[in-house]
Every structure is written in C-alpha cells, then in structure tokens.
C-alpha cells in the first residue's frame, strides 16, 4: 500500500464514521513491517487528523514478528495500543506452516523477536496468536507453548475452504472439542496454566456488548471493513479478493460504495436465520464469522456447522471457567 491510498483510507474512516468517536485501525498483510516507512508515516497521519476531527483514532499492529528489530519495537510500543504477535504454536508446526521464502524454518526467529518485545511491552495490552489446522488439532501443546512467549494468547481455528489440506473437516471435530475441554482444565485455578490469559475463554461478563452487538456479531461491512493496497473496500480482511462483496473503491477525491452489496452485510443480523435463533450460544457469538460461512458454505445466509460446534464448545468451557474462578 503507497501511503497516499492509507491516508486516503484513513479519510474515508473519519469521514465515513460520523459521529462516532472512538475508532480502530489495524495494520494488517501481508505483513506490514515490510512497508515499514509507510506505518510510520500513516501513524503519523492518524495522530494528526484524528485530534482535528474530534477522533480518538486507535492503532493496532498485526505482525509475523519476522522483521520485528529494536527500533520497530521501541515504536510500535509507543504508538499502538495493541499489537498482535502472530505465531501458529509450537516449532515443528509454526515451522511446517510457515517456511521463509527460501523454505526456511522461521521459528526460532520470530520467537525471539516476541520475547524481546514481550519484555518491552511488559502490562500493556499485546497477543499473540496462533492458528489450528488440521496438522494440530492437538494445540492445546501449542497454546501452552505460545503461553512461553507471553502470557496474552488466543488461537483460532483456520478460516479455509474444504478443498484444501489444512481445512478443519467433521471428522476432526471430537479430537477438537476435547483439546478445548482440556484447556479449560489446564486453566483453571491451581492448575499449570492458571496464569494465562486466553482471550477466547474471557467472557467479560460484566462489560459484555450491547443487545445490538450481540445480534450484529463482528459488524463486518458496517462497523468494520478492510482497504486492499489498491484502495477497494471490503467488508472484512478474510473476504478480500472475493470481489462479488467489494463494496467500495477509495478515489482520488473521496470514496464510493455499494450500497446493495453493503447492505447484504448492514443487515446481516442473528435473528434473521436459522439455526442461530434456535441455538443457546447466539447471543454470545451474534451469528458467528460471515467470511468463515461464506469461505465454508458458499452462502452468507447459512451457518458453517463445524465453526458453530467449536464455537459452542469454546464458550462451555469458558462458562465452567467463570465458575470455577468464582
């Protein structure tokens, strides 16, 4: 992305979101340490033009942690309220995952680099996450061993469509549910893990999302969307490059959108489906993740099972956490 198209998405944002006040931008890839003048030079821009227009603009960086050097660390502490270090577990599977561009093993590196800024970073806010594929369906050993690194983890499943290798498939649903049951239990007081903060198992109960956020989910397509190098406008980062939901384009002098694709997304509320109203979970998940659906089911107007039944297991344990913790 040329920092004339970030700043330009950092315009349509301010303008874009009216009244609101507080608004969040995530420099996201690709990996942006490889555009490393440009994050500065747009972090720049966010602080200048969100003062001027009344915005509390805040930053988060979403890094490989590959190019994270003294000087990107000592900057990206001081500007970005959070930073998300991404890792997908224990050696062999980060390593199998993510090779470098020459085939090389990328984990001891990028390991260090987290350490070190997990030092600097010390109480303020960062995660690092990781990914679970069908090669790890174990991950609760890769959760424990992101938890070495620092101890703010969360761990997703792949969001992937079923033709490829790595998609998590039906079948592997038993060996997943039980490596959730089997955090919770190493989470819970006393145990080993007891010190670790899960971000998937915090339920915030107390400062928990409105009604309306617990029907609209993640927002994606209009409270949340994501700007390509090229300046198209999707409705999340995981959608991007599927262009029969491109609902916009950045222009020189402003921006343009697509009403009726947005609006398959501004009215993408839980209730309006089946089998979200039927489900205990729904207020808890707000319909779960469209791209995953989509990337799934080939249809926003349905429900991945397989991401469904995670989900329900995920938020099982996380209620039996919560009493357990008192």
Known sequence: MSAETGKRAIDFLIEASGPRHNLDIDFFGGEPLMNWKVVQELVAYCEERGPLNGKD????????????????????????????????????????????????PTYERIAANIRKFVAVRGDREYYIRGTFTRHNLDFVEDVLALAALGRNVSIEPV??????????????????????????????PGAVGSDINFFHFNLQADHSPCLYKRLKGCGAGSEYCAVTPEGDIYPCHQLVGETVHRIGHLTE??????????????????????????CWARYHCGGGCAANHWHSMGNLDTVDPIYCQMLQKRLECALWLSYKRG
Request: glycine share 4%.
């Open 253 to 278: 002098t402003g921006y343009e959108t697509d009403t009726k694709r947005q609006s398959a997304f501004s009215e993408y509320l839980m209730p309006s489906r089946e089998p979200c109203n039927s």
């Open 159 to 188: 969001v992937a469509a079923p033709e490829y290798d790595y998609a998590i498939r039906e079948e592997d649903l038993p060996q997943v549910l039980a490596a959730y049951e089997k955090l919770a239990w190493a989470f819970q």
């Open 57 to 104: 603009i805040r930053l988060t960086i979403t890094t490989n942690a590959l190019l994270l050097s003294d000087d990107k660390i000592d900057f990206i502490d001081r500007h970005f309220k959070n930073v998300v270090l991404s890792c997908d577990g224990r050696a062999e599977i980060h390593n199998h995952m993510r090779p470098d561009a020459g085939g090389n």
